[in-house]
């Protein structure tokens, strides 16, 4: 299967800064990679598909780029409504995994 | 908009079988792919499978022998069975779309989650 590596495991940002966060696969996913938020006691919500396409609702500081085996996921100005846990996930090949993760907390 | 809930018991005996439902309201089950998946500590998330509306199914080989998923039209949700629980298979469970014919993979959207403990 295809191993999803996110780094780094945790991101200290100020309200307002840029945030990037990076995803890894073992080997290439092509463009077939989704970004999830995750907040405490929810469900991931879907950010990202297509390693680029903003899903419905989504704002625009939040973008994704990338193909092959890096992707990045960058929030431009964070808000305080984006500290987080998120995760990419690819779905290129079967069966579909997951990153362990990057969580992005206040500093 | 679609909304999905997952329910059933909360507390599965080591051995026995885990089973759970996803009722799926605001939409039809029809012409899309339907997935399981867990979060657990140890594990993270973890995908189980999917089940397309008309029955056929796709799952994790890590979890294949053990896993079952149905879907049931006329009540708009679908199952999932996985037996031989051990205490590893404790993990909120989630239940998630996964697309339609010929565009599947990411899961939006998701239910709110289901905890399971396995336990004696």
């Known amino acids: 299967e295809i191993v999803m590596t996110q780094s780094p495991a945790t991101l200290c940002v100020s309200p307002g800064e840029r945030a990037t966060l990076s995803c890894r696969a073992s080997q290439s996913v092509s463009s077939n990679l989704a970004w999830y938020q995750q907040k405490p006691g929810q469900a991931p919500r879907l950010l990202i598909c297509?390693?680029?396409i903003r899903a419905t609702g989504i704002p625009a500081r939040f973008s994704g780029s990338g193909s092959g085996t890096e992707f990045t996921l960058t929030i431009s100005s964070l808000q305080s409504e984006d500290f987080a846990v998120y995760y990419c996930?690819?779905?290129?090949?079967?069966?579909?995994?997951f990153g362990g993760g990057t969580k992005v907390e206040i500093k | 908009q679609v909304q999905l809930q997952e329910s059933g018991p909360g507390l599965v005996k080591p051995s026995e079988t885990l089973s759970l439902t996803c009722s799926v309201s605001g939409g039809s089950i029809s012409s899309y792919y339907w997935s399981w998946i867990r979060q657990s500590p140890g594990k993270g998330l973890e995908w189980i499978g999917y089940i397309y509306y008309s029955g056929s199914t796709n799952y994790n080989p890590s979890l294949k022998s053990r896993v079952t998923m149905s879907v049931d039209m006329s009540k708009n949700q679908f199952s999932l069975r996985v037996n031989s629980v051990t205490a590893a298979d404790t993990a909120v469970y989630y239940c998630a779309r996964t697309g339609v014919a010929g565009i599947i993979g990411w899961f939006d959207p998701w239910g709110q989650g289901f905890l399971v403990t396995v336990s004696s």
């Open positions: 297509g390693a680029s």
């Open positions: 996930q690819q779905y290129n090949i079967w069966p579909f995994t």
